[in-house]
């Protein structure tokens, strides 16, 4: 199975197959959080609307908290997955 961040919000992390959620109160402790989660290989769901997983990483990026390189995975339709890399600023040389 697929490591897979499905959502975060209201102070909760949860994860495709997983009931325990992990849990966090401010922006830095998400940061180390998903910095970990990064580290073990989860992918994160990215999504046309709303506030998808991919985005609060990006949100963190814009706000200094967090550089890495991490994975999004979206789908076309059933059995049709899309993993696409987001590079750190610092491999862009910004």
């Known amino acids: 199975m697929k490591k897979i ?31 970990r989660l990064i580290g073990e290989g989860y992918m994160f769901v990215d999504q ?4 998808p997983p991919a985005e609060v990483l990006r949100d963190l990026r814009s706000k200094g908290l967090l550089d890495l390189d991490f994975k999004t995975i979206t789908w076309a339709g059933p059995g049709d997955e899309r993993i696409n890399n987001c590079r750190s600023k610092q491999e862009h040389g910004l």
């Open 48 to 51: 046309p609307a709303g506030w």
């Open 5 to 35: 961040v499905t959502s975060i919000q209201d102070g909760i992390v949860r994860r495709n197959g997983l009931r325990r959620r992990l849990r966090f109160k401010n922006d830095e402790e998400l940061a180390s959080l998903l910095t």
